[in-house]
């Protein structure tokens, strides 16, 4: 394991990415004013624009549904990914080499990603062009067989890899690329006599992750002379790893997120059938069974702490599905989504289904799912001989720790009263058995947590402060020029003239929150660096002011004419200080009085404070 990317490599990745190219990749923008753009927000659903984007501050936000972040952030959100992805993916992009804390120059062994990523893009394209040769006929009738054509290929970017040692190597060497490179992509494998392509006669599929990059290929075998296995996929290289990948995620990500549900399938070619049918949440492992990891990519990209999202598996009638609906109900609390499974009536993948039965088959195999507790109960009872006593007591022994892992209190009974009907015993012995089995549930769970993800998972969210916003502010007129002024200062910082820049040292505001921010501010402005401002701020900062920040910095100011803004900058932090310069004489002749006669030397240093607060205010209207 690598240590983490240097702090100073992150910003100056972050200096030298333009946020606004960025999102303007995802969102159409147009101007906003005075350095503003702005667009439709792309986390949820609106027909006015209120999403902006400052480039110059390097952050945006949404006044519609509050999200806000800079160009990192805004990557993991869209992309789904975590904030070390998203520097490396952003660094890949610009050509920066990052450095890890431990010294290393990459993630692993010192391979550098990017080349392995752009090793993985040109043997995808070239796959895709093999698939159109004469020699890819028997790839051609394999995809025309299970329902797909020129367009469902092109679409899904499958392809072939010609029946040849070396075919791969030569074009991809022709393109720059080492063999180190292509093994430590793998796409080589190392012989007695050197490398050789590792594919070689088979289908090929990208597979890719959540931001569409290719990190690996599966692969399924067409010939009789292969003494490979049926499906042969990328071993586990520094961009891939199988246990973490989920193939059609890249192409479900979208649907996933809005819908929040996802359809795990069992291989490419149902993800592709489920796909074309209009199922377009589905998913797939790639060589390997569901686990916790697929559970923590399934729930970044749905977000499912709501408790309202869908986890539909389809398995296979079989004893391996049956195995493998165990396997993934095991894992299944993980989720705070619901779980359901859904079989076809006559044992078909969703892939020979829609060959059958047509597209709206598919469809409507969604319809008939089961919640995941049903399905594991009825697949454990159906294991016993229930015509004999001992079958009855054994089955009920075994599926009630079932119904007692349910989490919804309101479905227990129910689920109880079904164990009781299929096992064939009365109510009051279900009831018992369920009772026990949650006892039992309730002492594992006292101890310690065998994943820290669970744990994760399962805790409450931490109370936190009341967020102010920066509509919230704006209501009262004292307060809203208070919030104007702060969001002028932060986005036009060149603008302002130095010696208001020292009057902000001295102002107080009267909002908790603007003044928290505005003494932050000081420390950058005191060093006289208006450049520093608004990152000070955002790493000084308290959290719960984190996103205020970020919206001062991004709403639009009323001057939209470049050439009146110093005016209007200088214009409202001046009128900011004057209003402050009123208080502080205000107090200063309330002091005076109080003393009367009894101090002249405090008397004479108030008066001298007033006069020079007077000519303060006076030079600021001469201005």
Known sequence: MAGRIRSTDIDEVKSRVNIADIVGQHVALKSAGVGSLKGLCPFHDERSPSFHVRPSAGYYHCFGCGESGDVFSFMQKLDHVTFTEAVERLAASIGFSLTYEE?????????????????????????????QTPGATEGRAFLGGRGFDKSAAERFGVGYAPKSWGDLRDALKKQGFSDEEMIAAGLLSQGDKGPYDRFRGRVMWPIRDVTGQTVGFGARKL?????????????DTPIYHKAQVLYGLDLAKRDVSKTRQVVVVEGYTDVMAAHLSGVTTAVATCGTAFGVDHIKLIRRV???????????????????????????????????????????????????LRLAKGEQAVRDLLDAKLPMFEFVMKTLVANYNLNTVEGRVAALREAAPVVAEIRDPSLRPGYTRELARITGVELGEAEQAVSRAGRANSSAADAPPQSSYGAIAAAPEPPTEQVISYADLGHDPMIRMERDALSA???????????????LTEVRLSQPSLEAIRQVLVTAAVAQDKATWLPTLVKEIPP?????????????????????????????????IERDLIRRKSEAMSQLQRLGADDPVQSRTLQQSLIELENRRRQLRES
Do not use: W
């Open 223 to 235: 010939f009789e002379d292969d003494k490979g296995p049926k499906y042969l996929n990328t071993p």
């Open 489 to 503: 200062i932060l986005q036009q910082a060149s603008v302002i003239d130095d010696r208001l820049v020292a009057d």
């Open 544 to 576: 719960a002011l984190a996103s205020l920040v970020t919206q001062l910095a991004v709403a639009p100011l009323p001057e939209t004419d470049a050439q009146r803004l110093p005016t209007y900058v200088n214009g409202i932090v001046g009128s900011l």
């Open 103 to 131: 010294g290393s120059a990459g993630p692993r062994d010192g391979i550098n990603r990017a080349r392995l990523f752009a090793a993985n893009d040109a043997a995808a394209k070239f796959f895709q062009g093999q698939l």
């Open 302 to 352: 749905m977000g499912d702490d709501s408790g309202l999202g869908e986890v539909v598996f389809t398995f296979d009638p079989d004893a391996a599905g049956q195995k493998a609906a165990m396997r993934a109900f095991s894992e299944q609390q993980r989720f705070n989504a619901q779980t359901f499974v859904a079989v076809a009536p006559d044992g078909l993948d969703p892939c020979d």
